[in-house]
């Protein structure tokens, strides 16, 4: 059974830092693209990132040089930092993995097909 369970959001100040975690269970994520959405209040979700065979696709030109993704083989987890975090950073993040694909290609185009975590809410404000 696949399993995506995200921890690690919380209430943080501009300009922080935070790492969001996602583990996975039932599955391996080394086999499959898997990444990061977010739902900010009152909008459509977005996507992120993606890490997928070893390869980062990037979606928000607003996060570029702030948020990365990377895998933790050893424990099945993935991870999203988040540097020097704005206000309209705000927002449900969502781990996700397609359904087949190793590949981020389609990833966002694909997400209706994707497997789900519940979400990790991160609020950043002063």
């Known amino acids: 059974q696949v399993q995506l369970v995200e921890s690690g959001g919380g209430l943080v100040q501009p300009g922080q830092s935070l790492t969001l975690s996602c583990a996975a269970s039932?599955?391996?994520?080394?086999?499959?693209?898997i990444g990061w959405f977010r739902q900010a209040p009152g909008k459509e979700r977005e996507g992120v990132l993606c890490?997928?065979?070893?390869?980062?696709?990037n979606y928000l030109d607003s996060v570029k040089g702030r948020f990365t993704i990377s895998s933790e083989n050893a424990k099945n987890t993935v991870y999203l930092r988040m540097n020097n975090v704005h206000p309209e950073d705000t927002g449900t993040y969502y781990c996700a993995r397609a359904r087949t694909s190793p590949l981020c290609s389609g990833y966002v185009s694909n997400s209706g097909s994707h497997y789900w975590g519940q979400g990790a809410e991160v609020t950043v404000a002063s």
């Open positions: 039932g599955f391996s994520v080394r086999s499959y693209a």
């Open positions: 890490i997928g065979d070893g390869l980062v696709r």
